[in-house]
């Protein structure tokens, strides 16, 4: 991904833990401020707040998905720079008839 900063990389890591699926997403961003940490998966909070419009939507989303589903999401330093997300998410098997619904909006 091309930046006014440079080139940048998202990585993306799967891996199948037994009773759960880990996927990971590593970037090389700005990171996350300790004081956003604990709120940084709420509707409306972001890094992003020198820029125009709306932000704080998709790491609630996801959380959101990601709770239904009873999984966990976690987030710590990447280093150099960036920030590492860690989902935990159970398996469900073929002939499991839970279902998500959509978020509620």
Known sequence: ???????????LFLSDEGDE??????????????????KIFEQGVSTRTDEPGEHGIG????ASYVGR?????????????????????PKVKKNDDRTINPIDR
């Open 1 to 11: 991904m091309r930046t006014q900063e440079g080139d940048k990389t998202v990585e």
């Open 21 to 38: 699926v880990v996927i990971e997403v590593a970037d090389q961003g700005c990171g996350v401020p300790e004081a956003l940490r604990e």
């Open 59 to 62: 790491l609630y989303l996801i």
């Open 69 to 89: 589903c009873g999984g966990v999401i976690t987030l710590e330093d990447n280093d150099p720079c960036g920030t590492l997300f860690s989902l935990f998410l």
